[in-house]
């Protein structure tokens, strides 16, 4: 077995681990401090009948919200917990949407094909980067995956720029507590792949850079 085979079989035990109780109450804690999702959901705008993967979709709290607003989509979602996924498959059912496809996978090396497309007209990464010790490796697989004319939305903890230093310390503590380290070169990095790719991208934060956002839009043919 490979390194990184061993590295990624590590991440989801950890994973595992520490949702496999967590997941039942995960969405009434994290609606506390988990802002810009419904933003992100919100600015999404898909075309009738689009393909929507969500990237990390945890519980299928986003997935859920995204067929109730845009009910012609195709959801799709994947997640290196399986623990997760169980709930998520529990909650798209109990939303009417037991067609939504999930996948055990792993968010650096997914493909399109692996859900049966040729490419997704959106993809979103809410809250997940900042769990991804490769996470550059992830964004590169959903642009990668994405159609032309599709859009990748990203929203994750910013560098609370605008906040007092020791709130920002103790922040940035307490998610460490839960494996989770805010992408300082976030902005940067998309600005990169853009540029490489002839993309179009939007970066902007929100709550005094307590949350980031960025679309990154691929080139339609």
């Known amino acids: 077995m490979s390194a990184v085979q061993t590295a990624n079989e590590s991440h989801a035990h950890l994973m595992d681990r520490m949702y496999r109780y967590q997941r039942y109450i995960y969405d009434f804690t994290r609606k506390y401090y988990l802002f810009g999702r419904d933003t992100l959901i919100r600015e999404l705008n898909p ?42 498959k529990a909650k798209l059912r109990r939303q009417n949407r037991p067609d939504a496809v999930l996948r055990v996978a792993d968010a650096t090396n997914f493909t399109a ?4 497309q040729e490419g997704f007209d959106r993809i979103v990464i809410s809250y997940a980067l900042s769990m991804v010790p490769e996470w550059e490796k992830a964004v590169d697989a959903a ?9 990748l ?14 709130f920002r310390r103790f922040l940035q503590a307490w998610l460490r507590r839960f494996h ?30 307590y949350a980031w956002l960025v679309v990154y839009r691929r080139a339609a043919p």
């Open 47 to 88: 075309p009738p009948g689009a393909s929507v993967l969500e990237v990390g979709c945890g519980t299928g709290r986003n997935l859920a919200v995204i067929g109730d607003l845009y009910p012609g989509a195709r959801l799709c979602g994947l997640d290196i917990s399986a623990e997760m996924l169980a709930t998520a």
């Open 180 to 209: 989770v380290t805010p992408r300082e070169t976030l902005f940067d990095v998309m600005r990169k792949r853009a540029e490489r790719n002839g993309a179009a991208l939007e970066v902007r934060s929100l709550g005094r850079g």
């Open 113 to 116: 094909a692996s859900f049966d």
């Open 153 to 166: 939305h990203i929203a994750d903890f910013g560098q609370q720029e605008g906040w007092p230093a020791g």
């Open 143 to 151: 642009i990668a995956a994405l159609k032309p004319g599709g859009s």
